[in-house]
């Protein structure tokens, strides 16, 4: 048996598809990593605004580790829900401008859990093809019918709200940020057609929340659309720099969830130092704008500056920039060439991105300084322009 799934290792390697882990061996500050001995800006990371390292989501904790313990002893509907639970879920329906919130171990889970809660066989769920594959994962484990539109394609998405009109309950669901182009959902021509078909609609703000919207909340926040969406989904595993996912919204979907959502029901409760860090980090979003600003500036400027030289950034509009390379082996050149010269960038490969569509991907942190920002699009742009990936 290990011989077959050496086979299929190799079939990987042979197509440049093969994948790794690296050890990162230390986190610096700057939003640097030392990996095999050297240091590298760390343009990977969904830490957005740094708060990984941030001292006070670290002391914040420790003391909720020394005040609650290490873990949380057991699932939520058990004796697992913590006043810590109730306080950071109060936090969030604040933030997000919603009735109520649950939190889940991780937003994969609240994916999964919020996914099949709420649709199953005979329903249907309309998904736009680049949508992360924790929604795909949850529709597949609801039994519900897929219905993939292309990439932000609303004609598409109309034309199939209008076949599947015999369905018991519709959903359109959809990242609001997308990871792999960095692009953005067409928020409100989304919530038109949602109630012109008498569907809901989810959004999941995983790279949103903590960047985009006055209050940090998102893109429902920053378009007016909150009340627009029934189901707001994230994280705080990016820019809130811990773990954990959540769903906000109406008072009765978050209780049907606690009856409903099995990742919600079978699954221990989140720790305390994690709840800790996640109120610290809900805290300081909530009172510190700068960051987030600085962030979409400085990602103003690398996009357009990477642009100017000819180099192909696919409609990116947010913090997370691909650079088109074409081909896996010359995207994975790319990003080796790139390592060389101290910037640690990834290569997105098929299946994560349509075949002959390979890039590297550049995700910007308020953790990075503007000069060491300035010195990484020269190198880009440089190191592109030599390969020939310039149009
Ligand atoms: C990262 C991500 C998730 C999963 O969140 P985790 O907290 O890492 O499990 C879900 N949806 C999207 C769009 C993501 O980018």
New binding site residues.
Partial sequence: MFIELETELAALEAKDLRRRLQTVEEVLPGGRVRVGGRVLLNLSS?DYLGLSQDPRLIEAAHAAARRWGAGSGASRLVVGHLALHEEVEARVAALKGTEAAVIFS??????LGVIAALTGPGDVVLCDRL??A??YDGIRLSGAGLERFPHRDLNRLESLLKESGSARRRLIVT?SVF?VDGDLAPLEELAALKDRYGVWLMV?E??ATGVLGGRGAGLAEALGLTDAVEVH?G????ALGS???YVAGDRRLIDYLHNRARSFIYSTALPPPVLGAVAAALDIVAGEPEPRRYLLEEARLFREELAAAGLDTLGSETQIVPVLAGENAAALEFAARLREQGLMAVALRPPTVPPGKARVRFSLSAAHAAPDLAEARRTIIATAREMGLTV
Avoid at 106 to 111: F, L, P, Q, V
């Fill in positions: 969904n991780t937003g994969y889970m609240a994916n949508n992360h924790s929604l990242d990871s999941d995983a790279h989904m994280t705080f595993s990016k773990l954990g996912g």
